[in-house]
């Protein structure tokens, strides 16, 4: 039951009740800043993901290239071991007058070694003081392994660049989240504000960190 004045008011009443238009507008904006903001956060928490696992992808493939490097490194090490002690051997025959020793150690040679020594002979070291000491220190001694390996190290220290880079486009992106975290708790918080000025004044800050936020984002590559 309803006493008749009450049946008289219910229109009126409820229109009364009715928050003023700015005040609906002011809440609009609010709710407007939270769907916006929301976007632009899984929007970064996407790119960060992306950007963790570029960087991760980046410094294994560094490290599995550094290692075929030092694989390649070794390996001319070892070979330049092997030429060493090839032509150790010759010379020895050479100056013990064994020339058939002498021949069987020159056969042997392997065939980057062969233009270093064919070089050195032509200098006459056994007569030309001024002849460089050995093969091995001959413009003409190259290692392919030893190349290789420069190669290798170089394109390693270019995929730690690259992962270095990625990660800080991922400390970037999380840097961004910080902005629309700060943006959400405005925006959230004016919804609770009764005094005009003051819920105005807080949505402003919002959209503030809001444009500087996405500003900051755009600056940012996609990975």
């Given at each position: ?6 049946l ?13 238009r700015a ?15 929301t ?8 790119q ?15 490290s599995?290239?550094r290692?075929k ?20 051997g010759w010379?020895?025959a050479?100056r013990?007058g ?18 270093a ?11 030309n003081?001024?002849?460089?000491s ?12 030893l ?9 390693a ?6 992962g ?10 999380i ?8 943006v ?11 005094w005009r ?10 959209l503030?960190?809001?444009v ?6 755009l600056t940012?590559?996609?990975?």
């Amino acid at each position: 039951m309803h006493a008749p004045h009450e049946l008289s008011e219910g229109p009126e009443h409820e229109q009364r009740a009715r928050p003023p238009r700015a005040e609906r507008r002011l809440e609009l904006v609010s709710v407007l800043l939270l769907a916006l903001t929301t976007l632009a956060t899984a929007w970064c928490g996407y790119q960060a993901a992306r950007w963790s696992g570029e960087q991760s992808q980046h410094y294994a493939r560094a490290s599995a290239t550094r290692i075929k490097a030092l694989q390649a490194s070794t390996r001319a090490g070892q070979l330049r071991v092997d030429d060493l002690l090839y032509f150790n051997g010759w010379l020895d025959a050479r100056r013990a007058g064994n020339d058939g020793l002498a021949a069987i150690y020159r056969r042997r040679f392997r065939p980057e070694f062969v233009p270093a020594f064919r070089a050195w002979i032509a200098q006459r070291p056994f007569t030309n003081p001024r002849a460089i000491s050995g093969p091995l220190y001959m413009p003409q001694y190259r290692s392919a392994d030893l190349a290789r390996s420069v190669t290798l190290d170089t394109a390693a220290d270019d995929l730690y660049a690259e992962g270095t880079d990625a990660k800080t486009n991922d400390d970037r992106y999380i840097l961004s989240t910080v902005f629309f975290a700060a943006v959400l708790f405005f925006a959230g918080i004016s919804l609770r504000l009764d005094w005009r000025p003051l819920k105005i004044a807080v949505l402003g800050m919002a959209l503030a960190l809001l444009v500087g936020g996405v500003t900051f984002v755009l600056t940012l590559p996609v990975a």
